[in-house]
């Protein structure tokens, strides 16, 4: 009984401490190192653009950004979704034209209707502007390109690709007087006043904690593709790794969370596979070389068997990355072989690869540095990489029933002679016999960002259980849930970093129409 009052009254001079806060015009207190118009956590591609809108708008920013450089996963995307944009307009006219409603429909056809639709609706509609605005920021463009091959044209790919749109818009936020752009520093939880409105952040860098108090705060962190346990926990154990580590941890949406946002499509990966590369002990760049094996393994005139020595899909779907680990995922231990002999050997490196793994490899590129290493690859023997002279041979070496590869095989090499793939129906174009020495890849799935998080409104704004937005709140990028539904579309590429500028934009253009955060106003 005693412990219960003492309780109470702990939760009384904690409540009116609360309330102090939040009596308006309270002056800044000493639980506040700082204050400013709008808070912005995170310099990717999400929170520069929405800095910058901010700053446009006149309003003064304090970025956090807790990577000792700016960018974080924008850094290596390459291009963003647009629809009815000038470029395709002006190079692109005689390429049956995709419209915003078209392009629209595809995306939800392709979520099955289960994405949310308002939030679609308004991404499309607003995604050639939102091209205009980089362009205008001195954002160059290279090329509308697609990356696949049943693709659109909708992938604005960026000269120099996202580095370049990080370094304009970096360069912008950092010079501007009213900015002040803080690294290594990690925001660690939001303020909120007794009514759950958000009034600032507490953050944390080497010399200690700040607490900033804000009009606004923008959580910009990249969703939480490299924390391992959350991945786990929410999208399943197949999965060998992030494809790019920039410490991407979930911390946007678990202080979205722990103010009462509701979240969404947690399960969503932008998933791709790839060859089982040997990991270096410290993450670093990745390997040129190692990206060539990761293009070669997409390649649609491979074939993919699993452990059982099965083919288990028409392997054209390796063009789109997506399909070709979801196919994977399928199988036991979630990791398939791929195949390919002597003469695709040379057509890779001779001829050029057949797709593109995006602007990173692109189709037609001769990939030398595959060839050079690949027999020093299969002599090293711990590269996951396998040659042999027949298919038994290596059947023993990746561990598949022999008899069933040598089956597989011949009925593969039947298909080829016959024009026809009874088993997948796929692309005759793209069968072309096994024979004479054979390579092996073992395969498994990555990801590259995760697509679940926060509820929005289309002003940004987190929504609750009872589906009230949060005030003073905003959520963006991969921060947010309900782009995709299941899977990651590539069809209609660029969606994703496309959304990042996209809504970081919106969350600032939402602040600034509420009057409050811009400088001297209150
Ligand atoms: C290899 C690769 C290629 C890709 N190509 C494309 C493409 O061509 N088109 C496409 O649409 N998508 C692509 N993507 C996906 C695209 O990169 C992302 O969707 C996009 O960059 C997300 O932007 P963001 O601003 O939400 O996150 P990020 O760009 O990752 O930025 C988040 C930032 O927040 C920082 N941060 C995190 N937590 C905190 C914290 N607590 N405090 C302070 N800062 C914090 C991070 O350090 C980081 O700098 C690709 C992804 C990869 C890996």
């Not at 009596?23 to 653009?49: H, K, M, R, Y």
Request: hydrophobic share 40%.
């Amino acid at each position: 009984m005693r412990n219960a009052s003492i309780h109470v009254k702990l939760q009384t001079i904690c409540l009116s401490l609360v309330c102090a806060l939040a009596i308006p015009g309270f002056a800044v207190t000493p639980q506040f190192t700082q204050e400013t118009d709008a808070v912005v956590v995170g310099a990717g591609g999400a929170g520069l653009s929405a800095a910058q809108t901010l700053l446009e708008g006149g309003a003064k920013v304090i970025v956090f950004e807790q990577n000792p450089f700016p960018g974080g996963t924008s850094n290596v995307a390459e291009g963003i979704f647009g629809a009815e944009t000038k470029m395709q307009r002006d190079h692109y006219f005689s390429v049956p034209v995709q419209t915003k409603d078209s392009l629209f429909k595809h995306e939800m056809e392709f979520n099955h209707w289960k994405a949310n639709a308002s939030l679609v609706r308004w991404f499309v509609n607003q995604s050639a502007d939102t091209i205009d605005w980089l362009a205008s920021e001195g954002v160059p463009f290279e090329e509308v390109s697609q990356t696949t091959f049943d693709g659109v044209r909708t992938w604005h790919v960026i000269k120099g690709h996202g580095a370049t749109l990080v370094k304009v818009l970096f360069g912008k936020v950092k010079q501007n007087p009213n900015a002040t752009v803080m690294m290594e520093t990690a925001a660690v939880d939001l303020i909120t006043d007794g009514q759950n409105n958000v009034i600032g952040v507490v953050a944390k860098n080497k010399d200690g904690e700040i607490r900033i108090k804000a009009k606004a705060v923008i959580l910009a962190t990249g969703g939480f593709a490299d924390n391992p346990e959350m991945v786990k926990q929410y999208a399943g154990n197949s999965f060998s790794g992030s494809v790019a580590n920039f410490h991407k941890v979930g911390f946007g949406i678990k202080m979205a969370q722990k103010v009462g946002a509701e979240v969404e499509g947690m399960d969503v990966l932008m998933n791709s596979a790839v060859y089982d590369k040997k990991r270096p002990a410290v993450p670093g760049p990745a390997n040129p070389t190692d990206l060539q094996f990761d293009a070669v393994s997409q390649q649609p005139m491979n074939i993919m068997v699993n452990v059982d020595g099965e083919r288990f899909c028409d392997e054209t779907i390796a063009n789109n990355f997506i399909l070709q680990s979801n196919a994977i995922a399928r199988q036991p231990g979630n990791y398939a072989w791929v195949i390919f002999d002597n003469n695709l050997r040379r057509h890779y490196a001779d001829d050029g690869i057949d797709g593109g793994m995006g602007v990173i490899v692109p189709a037609g590129s001769k990939v030398e540095k595959f060839d050079k290493a690949l027999d020093q690859y299969v002599q090293e023997g711990d590269r996951n990489v396998f040659s042999a002279d027949t298919p038994e041979e290596l059947a023993a070496k990746i561990h598949v029933p022999a008899e069933s590869l040598r089956k597989t095989i011949a009925e593969y090499n039947h298909a080829a002679a016959v024009n026809l793939d009874e088993a997948f129906d796929k692309d005759r174009h793209f069968i072309k016999p096994l024979t004479g020495k054979l390579y092996a890849f073992r395969e498994v799935i990555n990801y590259l960002v995760t697509g679940g998080g926060v509820k929005t409104n289309l002003q940004m704004q987190p929504l609750t259980k009872d589906r009230k937005p949060i005030q003073g709140l905003y959520v963006t990028g991969q921060d947010v849930g309900g782009i995709n539904a299941d899977t990651y579309g590539l069809s209609s590429p660029g969606t994703s970093f496309g959304f990042a500028v996209g809504s970081g934009r919106k969350a600032a253009q939402a602040i600034l129409a509420t009057g409050k955060a811009v400088v001297g106003q209150n």
